[in-house]
């Protein structure tokens, strides 16, 4: 069964899939690298999307 991760946007703080897991660890760092918001288009920063509104770096 596929887990998402997802990434919430610094700047409009929308939250969107970032990798389904599980997959290679190599892949799923690649795309947490590349990571851009798909609704305003900024690439930095990504959060990891929680409950909580702590900023945790992508």
């Known amino acids: 069964m596929s887990e998402p991760f997802?990434?919430?946007c610094g700047k409009c703080e929308h939250v969107f899939i970032v990798a389904h897991l599980p997959m290679?660890?190599?892949l799923a760092a690649?795309?947490?690298k590349r990571a851009a918001?798909?609704?305003c288009g900024s690439k930095r920063p990504i959060y990891v999307?929680?409950?909580?509104k702590?900023?945790?770096?992508?």
């Open 24 to 26: 290679p660890l190599t």
């Open 37 to 39: 918001c798909p609704s």
């Open 30 to 32: 690649d795309l947490m």
């Open 49 to 52: 999307a929680t409950d909580a």
């Open 54 to 58: 702590e900023p945790t770096n992508v």
């Open 6 to 8: 997802k990434g919430r």
